[in-house]
């Protein structure tokens, strides 16, 4: 499949719209350095004349760098999916987009970014910003005929409902989950992150990986330096096993602790957890393996929120490179309401994926029953009783689908 991407050129001072097989899409490319260059963009206006006559103009109107962003993302999204389509329609293809019927743009508005993707009215908007702004540019320019794109009457309703429901989605791809990682002020922070990323790690349970070896009844469980051993005992050894005590986890109502569980460590993050140890963890007595490192407490233990603080702080960084352009225009966006837990579902998700594919099972005929289902309960600590996976293991299963779709470029962002 042919994807196009958008990126940033400093020699030209635009974005170049490109596709998989590095040929430019030239009009899209020339609307972003015409908007660019000028900074505004042009709103089609219809006055009525003389003798009733009725012409059509296009005024001119600033926007921000911000809005220039946002067009280009949603140009890149309309575009990805336009490819798709023309894979199903004969008729259809990436290099005849600027003479495609109305109707098409209305049903990827409607159909696509209304019902299927469930946007609400912020979203809405910005789709129907960036493709009325370049076919406006298309049609001035003479390339089109003008095109009058619009939400559907008895879709509003629709949109309003969605706004009133609407987050956002609930996982994010290895490829935005990397690009956080990289963005993090610390190693420590990094590590926060990626607990919750790669090993499905609640920000409060980030306190129970402890350095020093432990009891858990009448049984000891190897610590981190134990690990760090084992590590360089065995180095053709690609996986090592945490035990993270119940004590450290979400617990019901009215119950001292929560699931305890194993925690399934790849060789390359826990060589990052001893590059921790070795270069940058605070000397201290303490047995928790993340400390602080301010002035105030340094030395001390992190405390539950730590990781959420993390990736609050990283946030803030990412959407500076997303505004400002810096980042590939394919990638997932970050969003205002992602937050870090979501790094845990994320890791929940692909576990379900895989093991959904690996089984050969559709994700959609999984139920709490099945092993695959159990096997998800049992790696994100739920408690499942009597053999059947609580309710809440059934979110990963609707964001088995968000992953499918980001996979194949069609992005919910």
């Not at 042009?42 to 760098?65: A, C, H, M, N, P």
């Amino acid at each position: 499949m042919q994807f196009i991407t958008s990126q940033k050129s400093e020699y030209h001072q635009c974005h170049i719209f490109i596709a998989e097989d590095l040929s430019v899409l030239l009009l899209p490319t020339l609307f972003s350095k015409a908007v660019s260059r000028t900074g505004v963009v042009w709103k089609r206006v219809t006055l009525d004349g003389k003798d009733k006559f009725v012409s059509t103009v296009y005024q001119e109107e600033e926007i921000s760098d911000v809005t220039i962003t946002i067009l280009h993302n949603k140009l890149e999204h309309f575009f990805n999916w336009l490819v798709q389509y023309s894979h199903q329609n004969s008729q259809v293809s990436i290099d005849r987009h600027h003479n495609i019927p109305e109707e098409l743009l209305n049903h990827y508005i409607n159909t696509v970014i209304i019902e299927e993707q469930g946007a609400g009215e912020h979203k809405v908007e910005q789709y129907l910003i960036a493709l009325r702004d370049y076919y406006n540019y298309l049609a001035m320019t003479g390339f089109t005929n003008a095109k009058d794109i619009r939400v559907k009457p008895k879709l509003r309703s629709v949109v309003k409902r969605n706004t009133k429901h609407r987050t956002s989605v609930k996982y994010l791809t290895p490829e935005l989950r990397s690009i956080l990682y990289r963005n993090t002020g610390s190693l420590r922070d990094e590590l926060l992150l990626r607990g919750g990323g790669e090993l499905g790690l609640r920000s409060k349970e980030n306190q129970g990986l402890l350095l020093e070896d432990f009891m858990v009844g009448n049984k000891k469980h190897p610590g981190f330096k134990s690990l760090f051993l084992e590590m360089a005992q065995h180095p053709e050894q690609m996986e090592f096993e945490y035990f993270l005590q119940g004590k450290y986890t979400k617990a019901p109502r009215n119950v001292g602790g929560g699931e305890s569980r194993t925690l399934y460590i790849h060789r390359s993050l826990l060589e990052r957890y001893k590059e921790y140890c070795d270069k940058e963890r605070p000397e201290s007595a303490e047995k928790t393996l993340l400390l602080n490192a301010s002035y105030s407490h340094y030395g001390t233990p992190i405390s539950k929120n730590a990781a959420s603080r993390a990736f609050t702080r990283t946030k803030k960084k990412v959407f500076e490179l997303q505004i400002s352009g810096a980042l590939p225009g394919h990638l997932q966006m970050l969003e205002d309401d992602h937050t870090g837990h979501i790094l845990r579902h994320s890791f929940g998700t692909d576990k379900f994926y895989d093991a959904c594919k690996k089984n050969l099972v559709k994700i959609d005929s999984v139920t709490p029953t099945s092993a695959e289902y159990l096997l998800v309960a049992k790696l994100m600590g739920h408690n499942a009783k009597d053999g059947k996976a609580p309710e809440t293991t059934k979110t990963y299963i609707r964001s088995c689908h968000i992953k499918e779709a980001f996979s194949l470029g069609v992005h919910y962002g």
